[in-house]
């Protein structure tokens, strides 16, 4: 009687520790089913190529960590380290090291995919450029290091800096008030008006005229403007933040905050900010994407 008491003590714990096991075990295999449905956890997304990523993990811009000062206006950030950027999968760009806004990069790819089931290859040639990158660009035409079209040296044409900063202009920023600083612009395939009037190139800018606005982008840079810069068929920007950050602009960015570069003393002569920040196709500020 004793021993088969002592065995059915044993029995039963045993039979307790069994079930507590099976319990445990068929919770962490409920776990790991949701993580390979698609359910990534937010830290983890940017560890994964942007396109491999599903839609459902994308992050949407009221969550992300934007918040609009005159200094991301202005490009005084580094996109590699803001939380907000992303850098473009070499797949779509001319060039390493780009980068994009999140909210931006996952439209795009969606309007690439588009683009691409219709024969259209989009390709990323420009994207966020922080106020040194402008300021590299702006100092070698301002220098003539650069020169500018049909090859003229600004340095020895043009000695008074107004109208020096007013050529660069045309189609180069001031650092300080570039689109570029925002991470929601990108310049597509070329750089040339002209490559957009026949062949491939018109063939793609019809194809961005009717779809683009279906992915939230808009071209910035039209024709028939009463002031800014020349026509740009190449540069496109992402207005469900761009409009928000036009709004900002206007209401915060000042001409005599635009300093730091050769040049940058014609700022407010030129009135930067009303002529070129906010010279744009004004249809830029009206549109929302619609996936």
Request: hydrophobic fraction near 35%; aromatic fraction near 12%; charged fraction near 20%.
């Amino acid at each position: 009687m004793t021993c088969r008491k002592a065995l059915n003590t044993f029995d039963l714990k045993f039979i307790t520790t069994l079930l507590a096991l099976i319990v445990l075990m068929s919770a962490q295999m409920s776990c790991q089913q949701g993580n390979s449905s698609g359910n990534i956890p937010a830290d983890a997304t940017d560890s994964i190529p942007a396109d491999t990523i599903p839609q459902e993990t994308v992050t949407p811009m009221d969550t992300l960590a934007h918040i609009f000062t005159t200094d991301y206006v202005m490009g005084r950030f580094d996109p590699a380290e803001h939380p907000d950027f992303t850098l473009i999968d070499n797949k779509y760009a001319s060039r390493e090291g780009m980068y994009l806004r999140k909210d931006a990069y996952a439209a795009f790819l969606n309007m690439y995919e588009h683009a691409l089931k219709d024969g259209i290859q989009l390709q990323i040639r420009s994207a966020t450029r922080n106020f040194y990158a402008q300021k590299g660009i702006w100092e070698a035409k301002w220098t003539g290091e650069r020169k500018i079209e049909n090859g003229e040296n600004l340095s020895e044409t043009t000695p008074d800096p107004v109208e020096r900063a007013r050529k660069i202009l045309r189609y180069s920023s001031m650092p300080g008030s570039s689109r570029h600083h925002w991470g929601t612009d990108i310049d597509l395939n070329n750089l040339e008006n002209d490559w957009f009037d026949t062949g491939e190139g018109l063939t793609l800018y019809k194809w961005l005229q009717q779809h683009a606005h279906e992915y939230g982008y808009c071209q910035t840079y039209t024709a028939g403007r009463p002031y800014g810069y020349f026509e740009e068929r190449w540069h496109w920007t992402y207005t469900p933040v761009s409009a928000r950050l036009t709004a900002f602009a206007e209401a915060n960015l000042k001409n005599e905050m635009i300093e730091g570069f050769l040049g940058s003393e014609s700022a407010v002569t030129i009135d930067v900010v009303k002529h070129y920040v906010l010279g744009i196709n004004q249809q830029c500020n009206k549109l929302e994407a619609r996936n």
